[in-house]
């Protein structure tokens, strides 16, 4: 069974603060996603990563950064967390596929507050 | 950028169908994607069409691709209760994949 897991389902922190979301994939997937869920808003995609080492930023990178150095762990980190980066922090990985097809497996999410 | 839109709320009783409806604007999309999100848990693909089909059947689902006016829909035929959750509309175009805000569907007893 495909597995996504993240490091907390809850988190709270304060404002300047650095946080750090770990995401782990048993699926020995390449690709790997960050996305925040806000209502109204969907999913917007944060960073990438397609190989190990291996980043891009997505639509909303500003304030954050990632680190890839496994192929199963994909972290995303708030260098310095503020108020409006509260929100569902979803992490996602996918297989390399010829055809294009692009599946994605989500993990439960995290839910970020920051005071 | 491209764009994924869908209504945010739906609400039908059991035993109706559902229909929910997408459009998006990526002219190179590839494969959509339908996703449903259950209260607490993440997002888990539903059901997809590659973009030279124009329906695909999957039991209770059927999802329709108007290429031309860029229109994706899926619709729930007898939906339950368990069918409560946000539904997410996909569209993976060239470079990357774009969801919908989501449409939360509430189904009534």
């Known amino acids: 069974d495909v597995k996504v897991t993240q490091s907390s389902r809850y988190l709270v922190k304060r404002t300047g603060e650095k946080v750090f979301l770990e995401c782990v994939q048993d699926?020995?997937?390449?690709?790997m996603f960050w996305y925040r869920q806000d209502p109204g808003l969907g999913l917007r995609l944060i960073y990438f990563s397609y190989d190990v080492k291996m980043k891009e930023k997505g639509d909303i990178p500003e304030g954050y950064s990632v680190s890839r150095e496994k192929k199963e762990r994909f972290s995303l980190i708030l260098e310095s967390a503020s108020t409006n980066q509260t929100s569902m922090y979803l992490c996602?990985?996918?297989?390399?596929?010829?055809?294009?097809?692009?599946?994605?497996?989500f993990g439960p999410g995290t839910r970020l507050t920051v005071l | 950028g491209e764009d994924v839109e869908q209504s945010l709320f739906l609400s039908v009783r059991e035993g109706d169908s559902s229909v929910i409806n997408c459009t998006y604007t990526?002219?190179?999309?590839?494969?959509l994607y339908w996703y449903k999100q259950e209260p607490g848990a993440g997002l888990q693909l539903l059901t997809y069409i590659f973009s030279n089909m124009d329906m695909k059947q999957d039991q209770r689902l059927t999802v329709l691709l108007n290429k031309k006016d860029k229109h994706l829909s899926l619709r729930i035929a007898d939906t339950q209760t368990g069918d409560s959750a946000i539904y997410f509309c996909?569209?993976?175009?060239?470079?990357?994949?774009?969801f919908g805000a989501g449409t939360r569907l509430t189904v009534k007893p």
């Open positions: 996602a990985s996918s297989p390399f596929d010829g055809r294009g097809y692009n599946e994605q497996f």
């Open positions: 990526d002219s190179s999309s590839t494969y």
């Open positions: 699926m020995d997937h390449e690709n």
């Open positions: 996909a569209d993976q175009g060239n470079n990357d994949m774009r």
